[in-house]
T-cell receptor, first 113, second 115 residues
Framework: AQSVAQPEDQVNVAEGNPLTVKCTYSVSGNPYLFWYVQYPNRGLQFLLKYITGDNLVKGSYGFEAEFNKSQTSFHLKKPSALVSDSALYFC???????????FGTGTSLTVIP | DVKVTQSSRYLVKRTGEKVFLECVQDMDHENMFWYRQDPGLGLRLIYFSYDVKMKEKGDIPEGYSVSREKKERFSLILESASTNQTSMYLCASSRGQGPSSYEQYFGPGTRLTVT
């Protein structure tokens, strides 16, 4: 069973428009949720995480993500996309109950000038 | 800043060779991880370790083994390399022992080609 799903392989958005990169999860207990970004020819970098508390978390480079427990989702958002946001984005979950870590398959974001 | 280094950026090996990939972190992290990254498949966890001499299998451990003799070093071993192990290998580390709320820090990756 897929524990983390990123339903879109590719997302295109015009510069200046809001962007959303989707992530849903299916793990037990209270998982910890993360977003990472991989710029071309560079390693993965941490963007933000949800541990507990406020469902809206803010991270690096103006990104934010909303945790929705009822929909088991953790979508990444940004109000106004920049061309420099073009990269590969990965959602990840850390599941203490099952002693596992999972990454999604990644979503390639292209911001069109 | 946390630094995770990997021994090689690019590696070319022949089928059947024994391959060692080394990873070192300098932040005294308890957890260390090995992933492989393939187009369309994302990151898949091979093994992780939450303490010296401890290891846990991830999603795809077959064909791989690991060694963690010192806290800062985590080695991935391909006992007999095969062409289907051609991939990008990523090492990462994090605080905490086992699945935790701490984020992972990644090395630059090793692109392994097995011919």
């Amino acid at each position: 069973a897929q524990s983390v799903a990123q339903p879109e392989d590719q997302v295109n958005v015009a510069e200046g428009n809001p962007l959303t990169v989707k992530c849903t999860y299916s793990v037990s207990g209270n998982p910890y949720l993360f977003w990472y970004v991989q710029y071309p020819n560079r390693g993965l970098q941490f963007l933000l995480k949800y541990i507990t508390g406020d469902n809206l978390v803010k991270g690096s480079y103006g990104f934010e993500a909303e945790f929705n427990k009822s929909q088991t989702s953790f979508h990444l958002k940004k109000p106004s996309a920049l061309v420099s946001d073009s990269a590969l984005y990965f959602c990840a979950v850390s599941e203490p109950a099952g002693n596992q870590f999972y990454f999604g398959t990644g979503t390639s974001l292209t911001v069109i000038p | 800043d946390v630094k995770v280094t990997q021994s090689s950026r690019y590696l070319v090996k022949r089928t059947g060779e024994k391959v060692f990939l080394e990873c070192v972190q300098d932040m005294d992290h308890e957890n260390m991880f090995w992933y492989r990254q393939d187009p369309g498949l994302g990151l898949r966890l091979i093994y992780f370790s939450y303490d010296v001499k401890m290891k846990e299998k991830g999603d795809i451990p077959e064909g791989y083994s690991v060694s963690r003799e010192k806290k800062e070093r985590f080695s991935l071993i391909l006992e007999s390399a095969s062409t289907n192990q051609t991939s990008m290998y990523l090492c990462a580390s994090s605080r905490g022992q086992g699945p935790s709320s701490y984020e992972q820090y990644f090395g630059p990756g090793t692109r392994l080609t097995v011919t």
